[in-house]
């Protein structure tokens, strides 16, 4: 599998959501973030603001300690520093867009911001005066896309991606960061190595690749898939007409089914490899072997009445019909 990396200092500002389609950002959305280094935390409530001495405090959040601060697509979220009775941190105030300003009674706080994947934490204590902090995400951006050989494009509808954590945990399976992602999609990520697996069609046309991201960069990668688009389809004469109540079964060389599927055509995105296609139509049983190759996009598959198993009489068009 060949993989081509990119790399662009100053990554794009993209807005939240990170390009992802809509259940992915219900899934695995902002409030759904695991908060490095926070245990589960309770929600806010309300005190008299008139009663106690508050102070102002600015936060702002920058990718690296020499890039601009974060313009807009953070989330913040402060804690007081101590679990309540139920064991949770207690959530003190949110806020989202970019650099932000809390009126927050004098103590000590945890400030965690969240930005698309990225996010960090930082203890601050506040006092009487105003004062700003500033966190920094070492984070950067990440843009996936998959091409065939020879940089042939592959149509977005039919590819994704889903990110991972590069190691495996406790249970030797690495925990999944962001899954269906599309291609060219900006996914903002902490800086280090991810594990990334790319989807071609929904069979078995899969390849990984472990792709490291830089802080304050946005790398783009570009993985090639070896596999095609196959359509197949039963017909009485070469270029001839499908023919309609097919059950057609494609096999691996070792005989495991790779998928099934009923109808005049069927088509599927297929890996590099050597198959065997059965259609199955009335009683009678077609089977042929085939080569996927990846060099070409769409490939087209005719069984033929000379594919029929132990034929026990000549084929007529009176037996083959719609």
Known sequence: MRLAIRRFLGVI???????????????????DLRLPGLSEYAAPHEENPLS??????????QLTEDSPEIPHGLVWRVFAPEPGPDGKLPLV??????TSTFSLLPGSY??????????ATKRISVGNDVRQEKL???AGGLKLDAVLPGGISIPENRLRFSIYEAEPDITGERPLIIPDVRPNAVVRLNAGTYHVVSTF????????ADIRVEAGELTEATMEHRAAQITM???????????????WSVLTGTGEIVKEAVGAYASMVLAEGEYTVVAKNRDRIYQRDITVAPDVLDQRVELLPEDLIQPTADLSDAELVD
């Open 13 to 31: 500002f993209v807005a939240a959501g990170c390009g992802l389609p809509a259940n992915a950002q219900e899934s695995f959305g902002l409030d």
């Open 93 to 98: 105030a949110t806020a989202r867009g970019g």
């Open 110 to 119: 945890l400030v965690h911001a969240a930005y698309g994947r990225a996010g």
């Open 233 to 247: 389809k039963l017909v009485r004469e070469p270029g001839g007409e499908a023919i309609a109540d097919t059950a």
């Open 201 to 208: 069609g929904s069979v078995n046309a899969i390849i990984r």
């Open 136 to 138: 920094v995400l070492d």
């Open 52 to 61: 106690l001495q508050r102070a102002q405090i600015t936060l702002a959040a």
